[in-house]
């Protein structure tokens, strides 16, 4: 018997450190895991201990035997993946940690969610480094809480992992206090041996089409954090009254974005999705969603994993003209020899078997669309009409470039939904790449300006630092590359002293106004929203605005006393 990775992986490479015969790939020493879709169990070395299982944060791994139905096609994924993958055995040897030199050093970290907390779990490791979170949000986690959808509920078992650093004696929360507000940079830099930020990429981006800013054309970012309870977007509407609504892009926030559009609201009031998406949501009128690939099928930026989890979205059918399963010359020319990439041979196979499903009368539809880009949207004083064009592969030797066509046509909608990735935004009195849309670094450590000195004492980590690029298992290498900078250069002693104690932060947040919210704090949130959630059958019921978390925050503490 051999065990099975299936959809809910975080690619966080726990399992990995565990695994007594290194079945487990690809390792984060491996160049694949940062590209990589999944972590992939091979089945011919699997002994089948169990490490693996008891590790694994998010209980995305199965023994082939107890697999559900629906998981039964992550046996020949996990098989593909070292069809073309030769991988060689042999245990992963551990990391040497560096002695640390006498004395403490405190560190700030500016954001809560997963890079952060990968950052901070390396660190206070070292129970001569205490480390202070701070997040404007009252609530810890970030996108995790934020963005992760609400029928995903496995995935936010790596809550887990982080609550458990947060537990730790040298570390504390400053939630709902925000740097450049209550607290400033160079007050932080004063006060800290360390400053990491963690702010994430918390725009989207754009289309640059006309009509782009008419009412009914909103941003994917906006639409997951209103449905997942974002206090900046609780208050939002989305106008669901037409029955079809468009979603530009081909990752896995459009995925998600649209398989919230069509599942039953009463699957979906079994999650912790936002009570007034809730609402909002069983009175929708959308039957359709249609999907927009500039590219083709080979260059899908979603998942196989998310892309077969469509399929079980009951009640609804997943469209796909087998005419637009094209590949690009370069993917066509490896088919042909055999050498197709087994995650890219996933994505057609998948896509042809959705193509072949028989529909069923009365089913609303997910239709995917490739090769296409809209042109522009219109419909006087609010969105009525997306244009588009169809696009063709161009002879550009390895690369794969695709040319508009003459060929337009209209889609009738008054909901389109841009999903085409996320982007950084400067930092107030830190360095910023206006090019890539992050802070310049080298493993973290913040540089002067592109290819500059670094600046002592500074750092970063997560999107802000790499580009919007990765989920939770590349966060977790990208935040403890962070924390080795910090220690290592509090090892060569190049970390700059504090100039005054940060002992006053928390008098000095609450002189400005900020409401501190502290782990037990945070607690008392967390105990309420679940508390409402056993009552309601629920993982938990969101509080979506400040006043009640922050009323929350204090209220379990008051009833204990």
């Known amino acids: 018997m051999a065990h099975v990775i299936t959809r809910p992986c975080c690619n966080d490479a726990s399992c990995v450190a565990v695994c007594p015969v290194n079945c487990i790939h690809p390792t984060p020493d491996e160049p694949t895991f940062f590209t990589a879709e999944s972590l992939y169990i091979d089945p011919d070395t699997c002994i089948d201990c169990g490490a693996c299982i008891d590790e694994c944060p998010v209980e995305a791994i199965v023994p082939d035997d107890q697999l ?25 040897p551990p990391k040497k940690a560096p002695k640390l030199p006498d004395g403490e050093i405190r560190v700030a970290i500016v954001g809560a969610g997963p890079a952060a ?49 947060s537990s730790k004696r040298n570390f504390r929360y400053f939630l709902n206090v925000e740097v450049g ?13 360390a400053v990491i930020y963690a702010v994430g990429a918390p725009t989207d981006k754009r289309l640059g089409i006309a009509g782009e800013d008419l009412p009914g054309s909103v941003s994917a ?9 974002h206090p900046d977007f609780a208050d939002l509407t989305f106008d669901l009254s037409g029955e079809r609504a ?10 998600d974005v649209a398989r919230i559009l069509v599942t039953d609201p009463d699957e979906l009031a079994k999650t912790d999705i936002a009570d007034h998406a809730l609402a909002a949501l069983r009175e929708s009128n959308i039957r359709e969603v249609v999907l927009l690939a500039r590219r083709g099928i080979a260059q899908a930026a979603y998942t196989n994993s998310e892309f077969l989890a469509l399929g079980d979205v009951e009640g609804a059918d997943v469209i796909i003209d087998p005419a637009e399963l094209t590949l690009d010359p370069v993917s066509e020319a490896a088919r042909s020899d055999g050498e197709l990439d087994s995650t890219i041979a996933t994505k057609l196979r998948l896509a042809q078997e959705f193509a072949e499903r028989p529909r069923t009368e009365g089913n609303k539809r997910i239709v995917f669309r490739f090769l296409t880009s809209p042109t522009e949207l219109s419909g006087g004083d609010r969105v009525a009409k997306l244009h588009a064009v169809r696009n063709v592969y161009t002879e550009t030797g390895e690369n794969v470039a695709i040319v508009p066509t003459d060929e337009a046509f209209d889609i009738d909608t008054g909901l389109v939904l841009r999903a085409i990735g996320y982007r950084g935004v400067p930092i107030n009195d830190v360095p910023f790449d206006d090019v890539r849309c992050v802070v310049p670094n080298v493993e973290g450590r913040v540089q002067s300006t592109v290819d500059g000195d670094v600046v002592p004492g500074l750092y970063v980590t997560g999107w802000i630092k790499r580009g919007a690029t990765g989920g939770i298992g590349r ?41 501190r919210i502290d782990l037990a704090g945070w607690k008392n949130i967390d105990a309420a929203e679940r508390g409402a959630g056993r009552s309601a059958g629920r993982r938990r019921v969101k509080l979506v605005h400040i006043d009640e978390l922050e009323s929350a925050s204090r209220e379990v503490a008051e009833s204990r006393s």
């Open 475 to 515: 966060n977790r290498l990208c935040g403890q590359e962070t924390a080795e900078s910090v220690i290592a250069d509090f090892v060569a002693g190049i970390l700059p002293d504090a100039s005054t104690t940060a002992d006053d932060v928390a008098d000095l947040v609450a002189d400005r106004g900020a409401h």
């Open 221 to 229: 970012t906006e639409f997951v954090a209103w449905y997942n309870g």
């Open 117 to 165: 907390f990968y950052a901070a779990d390396e660190l206070v490791r070292k129970t001569q480094i205490s480390v202070d979170m701070f997040d404007r949000l009252p609530t810890p986690y970030g996108l995790v809480r934020a963005g992760v959808a609400p029928d995903h509920a496995a995935t936010k078992g790596v809550e887990s992992t982080f609550a458990a650093t």
């Open 246 to 255: 468009v979603v530009v892009g081909n990752g896995n926030v459009a995925l």
């Open 68 to 92: 559900e139905e629906r998981d039964e096609p992550y046996l020949q994924i996990n098989a593909d993946y070292y069809r073309d993958h030769d991988v060689d055995g042999g245990l992963v």
């Open 181 to 193: 507000k209550h607290i400033s940079h160079d007050e932080l830099v004063a006060r800290y041996n």
